[in-house]
């Protein structure tokens, strides 16, 4: 499996969600490719919001070595699936794409915990530390999900 996690800036919501399903796909021994992108590139190059890498350190996950990257129209060959933390992010991920945009490999992150609602993370960037425990948490609990969905697949891997 080779999964990439999209938001817009690439430094809060998708690094956090990157650093949590790697780390349970390694505590799975699940063999999985994770990654993460922003569909503008405004931080392009930077590591993740402090208070992003604050709130996985205090559930003992290390994102301070991530960068931000811009999200293209060749990541659909290169990844599975594509999870897309919110509704503007999946317009932009369309948009980019072009003719190449293989929306079936494109959900809402969210659909994992209700299929089909398409609802999105709340964008922590706008608000105050006390933002990104909440988004953390409904994050882990998608990225739960994405495990009890796909974790079968390591007999294949
Ligand atoms: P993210 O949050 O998409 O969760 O990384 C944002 C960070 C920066 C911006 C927008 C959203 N920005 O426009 O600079």
């Known amino acids: ?32 490719i994770v ?3 922003g569909t503008n590139s405004y931080h392009t190059g930077e590591a993740p919001h402090r208070f992003s890498q604050k709130v996985c350190k205090q559930h003992g996950i290390d994102i301070s070595g ?7 129209a060749a990541d659909f060959g290169k ?14 991920v369309q948009r980019i794409g072009g003719q190449n945009a293989a ?14 609602s398409n609802e999105s993370v709340t964008d922590p960037w ?17 990225c739960d999900a994405i495990i009890r969905r796909y974790g079968y697949l390591k007999k294949y891997n």
């Open 66 to 72: 991530q960068r931000a990257r811009t999200f293209t």
């Open 126 to 142: 706008y608000g105050n530390e006390e933002g990104y425990q909440p988004v953390y948490d409904i994050i882990e609990q998608a």
């Open 35 to 37: 990654e993460s992108a």
């Open 1 to 32: 499996m080779r999964i990439l996690m999209v938001c817009l800036g690439n430094i809060c919501r998708s690094p956090i969600a990157e650093g949590i399903l790697k780390h349970k796909a390694e505590q799975h021994g699940l063999d999985w």
């Open 79 to 92: 990844y599975d699936k594509i999870y897309v933390l919110a509704g503007d992010v999946y317009d932009n």
């Open 103 to 116: 929306m079936k490999k494109v959900d809402y992150l969210l659909n994992e915990l209700n299929p089909g």
